[in-house]
């Protein structure tokens, strides 16, 4: 009957398969033996790529208990602290201190491109806006306007943005 024929081939596969799950491994060999986590662990902490990485992380370590990572670190949050209020002539002068001790120091570079960058955007429309308040015969404002621009770029002679804030301030005079 149907009915027999599959539990006898049931049976069959089961029997098969618990002598297989069974079987001893004595006839493939000795099992070769498997590493352990902390066997693992210790081949990696006596290579000798972690000495490496161990004794740079302790000449990090050493570099930032000297006085000169404290002034370096210092200048870098004055710099931050005075780019994110908008004084970026401050903020760059602070970077350049860090960049004068540190030459290396990635973020003190990406903030002093920043900071110029910015603070060449507010000259500019500084100048653009005391233009507007000459056009407007708004000439208070105007003078106001060109003496910032001139108080910002002092001590830059050559500066083409020095010379057109001198000749509006002269013409709103």
Same mark, same amino acid.
């Given at each position: 009957?149907?009915?027999?024929?599959?539990?006898?081939?049931?049976?069959?596969?089961?029997?098969?398969?618990?002598?297989?799950?069974?079987s001893t491994?004595?006839?493939?060999?000795?099992?070769?033996?498997?590493?352990?986590?902390?066997?693992?662990?210790?081949?990696?902490?006596?290579?000798?790529?972690?000495?490496?990485?161990?004794?740079?992380?302790?000449?990090?370590?050493?570099?930032?208990?000297?006085?000169?990572?404290?002034?370096?670190?210092?200048?870098? /949050?004055? @710099?931050?602290?005075? +780019?994110?209020?908008? %004084? !970026?002539?401050?903020?760059?002068?602070? $970077? =350049?201190? #860090?960049?004068?001790?540190?030459?290396?120091?990635?973020?003190?570079?990406?903030?002093?491109?920043?900071?110029?960058?910015?603070?060449?955007?507010?000259?500019?429309?500084?100048? /653009?806006? @005391?233009?507007?308040? +000459?056009?407007?015969? %708004? !000439?208070?404002?105007?003078?106001?306007? $060109? =003496?910032? #621009?001139?108080?910002?770029?002092?001590?830059?002679?050559?500066?083409?943005?020095l010379q057109?804030?001198?000749?509006?301030?002269?013409?709103?005079?």
């Open positions: 009957s149907p009915r027999v024929k599959f539990y006898g081939i049931v049976l069959i596969v089961g029997a098969l398969f618990a002598y297989f799950m069974l491994s004595d006839s493939k060999g000795p099992r070769k033996p498997t590493m352990q986590y902390n066997d693992v662990a210790a081949m990696r902490l006596n290579s000798q790529e972690e000495k490496d990485l161990a004794s740079k992380r302790e000449a990090i370590v050493q570099q930032r208990q000297t006085a000169s990572y404290a002034r370096v670190e210092e200048n870098f /949050k004055k @710099g931050m602290r005075e +780019y994110q209020l908008g %004084n !970026f002539a401050r903020a760059r002068d602070h $970077f =350049q201190l #860090v960049l004068r001790d540190q030459s290396n120091h990635v973020l003190a570079q990406r903030y002093l491109y920043l900071s110029r960058v910015r603070f060449d955007e507010v000259v500019k429309s500084k100048i /653009k806006l @005391g233009q507007m308040y +000459y056009s407007a015969n %708004n !000439f208070k404002l105007c003078v106001s306007q $060109f =003496q910032q #621009v001139k108080d910002m770029l002092q001590g830059r002679d050559n500066d083409t943005n057109i804030a001198d000749q509006m301030f002269k013409k709103c005079s």
